[in-house]
C-alpha cells in the first residue's frame, strides 16, 4: 500500500471516529511507519486515536506525539501564544498587516 494511500485511510478512519477529534492531530507516513503529533483533550482521546490507527491495514508501526491538553488547564502552549501574538499586531491600526512577523 502506498504511503499517500495509507495517510488518508488513517485521516478517514479518525474523522470517521466519533470519539476523537482529530482537528489537531497531524498524520505522517514513511514506509508503513505512521508518526502522530499534535493534541487532544484527553488521555482517553489519545489512546483511541493510537487505537484506531494500529487497526488499520498497512500500519506497520506507530510513533505516537500526541500531547494531551485539558480544557481548563491555564497553562499556555507555544501556538496558543503565537496565535495571540498574531492576533494583537492584527489589532493594532498603527502597524500596517503583514509587516511584523512574529517568531
Same mark, same amino acid.
Given at each position: 500500500?502506498?504511503?499517500?494511500?495509507?495517510?488518508?485511510? #488513517?485521516?478517514?478512519?479518525?474523522?470517521? *471516529?466519533?470519539?476523537?477529534?482529530?482537528?489537531?492531530?497531524? #498524520?505522517?507516513?514513511?514506509?508503513?511507519?505512521?508518526?502522530?503529533?499534535?493534541?487532544?483533550?484527553?488521555?482517553?482521546?489519545?489512546?483511541?486515536? *493510537?487505537?484506531?490507527?494500529? @487497526?488499520?491495514?498497512?500500519? @506497520?508501526? #506507530?510513533? *505516537?506525539? #500526541?500531547?494531551? @491538553?485539558?480544557?481548563?488547564?491555564?497553562?499556555?502552549?507555544?501556538?496558543?501564544?503565537?496565535? @495571540?501574538?498574531?492576533?494583537?499586531?492584527?489589532?493594532?491600526?498603527?502597524?500596517?498587516?503583514?509587516?511584523?512577523?512574529?517568531?
Amino acid at each position: 500500500m502506498k504511503d499517500m494511500d495509507l495517510k488518508q485511510n #488513517i485521516e478517514d478512519e479518525l474523522d470517521w *471516529e466519533p470519539s476523537v477529534d482529530a482537528s489537531n492531530i497531524g #498524520i505522517g507516513v514513511e514506509n508503513g511507519v505512521v508518526t502522530l503529533m499534535g493534541y487532544v483533550k484527553s488521555y482517553a482521546e489519545k489512546t483511541k486515536a *493510537e487505537n484506531v490507527v494500529k @487497526r488499520l491495514k498497512g500500519v @506497520r508501526a #506507530i510513533a *505516537e506525539d #500526541i500531547e494531551v @491538553r485539558y480544557p481548563f488547564s491555564s497553562q499556555n502552549k507555544d501556538d496558543q501564544i503565537a496565535q @495571540r501574538v498574531v492576533n494583537m499586531l492584527d489589532w493594532d491600526v498603527e502597524v500596517p498587516s503583514g509587516s511584523i512577523q512574529a517568531k
